[in-house]
C-alpha cells in the first residue's frame, strides 16, 4: 500500500486558480488509478476527476467540474495534481486524493480550498 499525502490548498477568491497535488509515498506505476474527491460541511464526498495510470492517461470529469478543472500525473515525482480554475464558491471544500491498486486502495488525508471573496 502506498501513503497519499495532498497538499496545496488555501483560500482563493472566486474566478481564481489552484493547484492540488498529491504525493505518493512509492510508485504510483502498480495502481490502476487514481481519483480526486471533494466533500464539504454536511454533504456526501463527491467524485472530482479520475486519471487512468499506465492508459495514455485517459481522464473523466463530472460535469460539475469538467472544463475547469485538469488531473494530471508526474511518474517521475510520483505525483497527481489538480489543476482548479475558474473556482466558484460552490468548490469550497476538503478536497481528497484516492488511489485503486489491484490488491488495495488509499486515501489522503484531505487538503482545505475555500473559495471566497
Known amino acids: 500500500q502506498v501513503q497519499l499525502v495532498e497538499s496545496g490548498g488555501g483560500l482563493v477568491q472566486p474566478g481564481g486558480s489552484l493547484r492540488l497535488s498529491c504525493a505518493a509515498a512509492g510508485s504510483i506505476r502498480s495502481i490502476n488509478y487514481m481519483a480526486w474527491f471533494r466533500q464539504a460541511p454536511g454533504k456526501q464526498r463527491e467524485w472530482v476527476a479520475t486519471?487512468?495510470?499506465?492508459?495514455?492517461?485517459?481522464?473523466n470529469y463530472p460535469d460539475s467540474v469538467k472544463g475547469r478543472f485538469t488531473i494530471s500525473t508526474d511518474y517521475d515525482k510520483n505525483t497527481v495534481g489538480l489543476q482548479m480554475d475558474s473556482l466558484k464558491p460552490d468548490d469550497t471544500a476538503t478536497y481528497y486524493c484516492?488511489?485503486?491498486?489491484?490488491?488495495?486502495?488509499?486515501w489522503g488525508q484531505g487538503t482545505q480550498v475555500t473559495v471566497s471573496s
Open positions: 486519471i487512468i495510470i499506465n492508459e495514455n492517461g485517459r481522464t
Open positions: 484516492y488511489a485503486n491498486a489491484p490488491s488495495w486502495s488509499a
